[in-house]
């Protein structure tokens, strides 16, 4: 087995995802890049980082889950890390939502269920090692109007944190959540002024987070935080405490 430890990041060329691959490869890790429409943003970001590889797939497509764990496999022996971070918000109140959007909502998230179970049989089990972190949201415990599939998807993502914790008892592989706050990505960046104005009231902070404070954590619990599982850590500069 390679000496140098590997963590996967999903979602990983924009975003909060790209701030958890520069903090990673900081961290000495050698990162896999996931991406399903940000080429080029995640080949600049390999570029930028060195010592990582490109892992393409719509994770919302089991065949193609399939395909990105071929191509790991082939780029390394070993996984440590794996960072569920890509999401998709699709914004709707309840009455205009179509069921085409809540779909691509779901699918995501199985797939992430997915990767989570083939990363676990193919690195983590046969290592007796491991680290998941799972990137949730503040809305997922707060709810948020006109997000209901979204803040469906980010509770689900807590449960399995909690969940998988329990199945793996006895096991040294830790899973857990980061449940980002607002933060000052693309996502966010659309939000009308009035709908942000009202969010950084309510922040004690009074500002936005940034995409490295929730890498940060991330950073923290790839590399310590050796006896803490089935958590979720929120990062949202007090808006929500748990």
Known sequence: MSEKKVALVTGGAT????ACVRELAAKGFRVGIHYRTSA??????LAEIGDGFLLPADLA???QV???MERLK????????????AGVAIDADMQRMRIEQFDMQRTLLRGTWYLTKRVLRQYMLRAD??????????VG???NAGQIPYAMEKAAMDALTKSLAAELR?????VNSVAPGFIATEMTSRLPEGVRAGILDRIPLGRMGRPEEVAQMVGFLATAGSYITGTVIHVNGGLYGG
């Open 129 to 138: 090692s491991g680290r998941i972190i799972n990137i949730s949201s503040v």
């Open 61 to 63: 497509t089991i065949d």
């Open 170 to 174: 006895g096991r040294n592989i830790l």
């Open 15 to 18: 975003g909060i995802g790209a």
């Open 74 to 85: 082939a780029q390394t022996d070993r996984l440590d890390v794996l960072v569920n971070n």
């Open 141 to 143: 415990h707060t709810g």
């Open 66 to 68: 399939d395909a990105l």
């Open 40 to 45: 080029a943003a995640a080949v600049s970001l």
